[in-house]
Nanobody, 119 residues
Framework: QVQLVESGGGLVQPGGSLRLSCAAS????????MGWYRQAPGKQRELVAA???????KNADSVKGRFTISRDNAKNTVYLQMNSLKPEDTAVYYC?????????????WGKGTLVTVSS
């Protein structure tokens, strides 16, 4: 089993920045790909960004140039640096792990952290 714990969400004004963190524990040697997904009210959960253990990344078109995913394998932690935030970025952000690729989600999910972008 793998446990994922997110942190770093909150309220931020449009144009502001936030950094999300996701710490993994448990049978973590099985993890290659990790990612961030988000779900806004009334919408489906969608991929935001994903990263392999080797550092390959995949970003959604909606966040390219604004969000950056990174990971520290020694700390078993993945980060999402979010800049130039927009109201439409408001959502619950979920950490995900265990997928065999960067395009689909794996079986392990965190409980989510709320990001609200509002003035």
């Amino acid at each position: 089993q793998v446990q994922l714990v997110e942190s770093g969400g909150g309220l931020v004004q449009p144009g502001g920045s936030l950094r999300l963190s996701c710490a993994a524990s448990g049978i973590i040697f099985s993890i290659d790909n990790m990612g961030w997904y988000r779900q806004a009210p009334g919408k489906q959960r969608e991929l935001v960004a994903a990263i392999s253990s080797g550092g390959r990344t995949k970003n959604a078109d909606s966040v390219k140039g604004r969000f950056t995913i990174s990971r520290d394998n020694a700390k078993n932690t993945v980060y999402l640096q979010m800049n130039s935030l927009k109201p439409e970025d408001t959502a619950v952000y979920y950490c995900n792990a265990g997928s065999s690729n960067l395009l689909t989600s794996g079986p392990y999910w965190g409980k989510g952290t709320l990001v609200t972008v509002s003035s």
